[in-house]
């Protein structure tokens, strides 16, 4: 929010007659133990009341609602020597994310406001306690079971169809969009009128028309010309950062994303590709470079990454490309096992992964992850590596090692994810397979044989045919097939 839309939200706040379970005013700052319990319960009264968001205003006297300018500055303010933002995120659960604005309403009062998205699918806990405000007292959610169990019931409403921002006229989503980008990208020609833009935006589900136009969250996130202009998903731009070795000690360089990503993706994913390391193949006549991850494949992790995170959460969609791997990250954990991204799908959000698919960024449901797996043996790599936790989740990718120089858990998550690949493949893992996925002569037959036992030992793959004596002809397929 720009300081004119921050002053018109005060304006709009101070009119309420009273406080209310989603809206409270502060002269100065209070303990910061007790904005937690405050963000706590405006969250979760925002969710009962059906706001989008709640509001902590500083600045403002909480009897007579007379907008008094504050001293407190949340945005520098510390709790020891963490900022305190940083410190209220990490004891909030789960980590929603709020945004802290600070701004002169005039020459002489300055404003301090917390705009507090409502709680979803369950209460907002701060230190372990959730929290609702009953008139102007703050009291244990936990106290008031009817309202606990409201929250619980309440079906919330996809990020998607969110409100990025509203009161627009048909010129100023025009000035906020790129439009033309849906059209080129879909291969439809442009409308010949503003109207006719604005109707198909319409039905995509990118505006909404009331009294007069807005802007979904997913109008914004895709299209938005300048993120920054859009609060709610300025935080989701996508940062890019390159390691000089194998660890965070020394960055190289870091790039952040200010489009949005309909706009910016082909662009991101070239420019990961073209700073990713590379190996010298020479050829008969000349020689030449070929990247030493497959480009396809960090396409399809980029718009996983992008698809599936958790909006919700504190956090943005990262790549980060060491010496020896890249790691391609977003905030939120899968809502499926990450043993079974390879066959199942499912997304929390449904519309950005539909439009994302037609405007050719990604595979069709379900598609995504065989092909990375297919390139990554194609290109003789090691096995990619998922990791969720922490409201993260994280797939590595690494650059070549001989299999003598995989370690046992690496050599069995490679046959795990050769197993599954041949399974949605309608195939069979057998230990010729596996032998051509590794490059193993078949004198060594052996050596694959291990592979194969060890992973039966951990019980990631099976036999087709437990009966059968001959290991020759013995095939496998994934624990869960």
Known sequence: MNEKQLIELINELVKQPHESEWVEFKHNYHAVEEIGERISALANGACIHNQDFGYLVFGVEDKTHTILGTTFKPKTHKKGNEEIEHWLSQRIDPRIDFNIFEFNYDENRRIAVFVIPAAHNRPVDFMKNAYIRIGSITRKL???????????????????????????????????LSTETYFDLLKLPYPTNQEGVIEKFVEEGLVIKNKGYAITQLGAVLFAKNLQDFDSVYRKTVRVILYKGKNKVETEREQIGGRGYALGFEGLVNWVNSHLPANEEIGKVLRTESRMYPEIAIRELIANALIHQDFTVKGFPMIEVYSDRIEISNPGIPLITPDRFIDAYRSRNEKLADLMRRLGFCEEKGSGLDKVIYYNELFQLPPINVEASENRTT???????????????????????????????????????????????????????????????????????????????????????
């Open 395 to 481: 797939v590595a990718m690494y650059s070549y090692k001989k299999l003598n120089d995989l370690d046992k858990k690496e050599k069995i998550r490679a046959c795990y994810q050769h197993a599954c690949l041949k399974h949605v493949s309608n195939e069979k893992m057998t230990n010729q397979s596996l032998r051509e996925r590794f490059k193993i002569e078949a004198r060594n037959y052996s050596i694959a044989s291990r592979i194969i036992r060890d992973a039966l030992e951990e019980n990631v793959i099976k036999e087709v045919d437990p009966t059968n004596k001959s290991r020759k002809y013995a095939s496998y397929i994934p624990f869960w097939a």
């Open 142 to 176: 936990s106290e008031f079971p009817e309202k606990e169990a409201k929250i619980w019931r309440k079906k919330s409403k996809p990020f998607e169809e969110e409100i990025a921002s509203d009161g627009l006229t048909i010129a100023d989503i025009v000035r906020l």
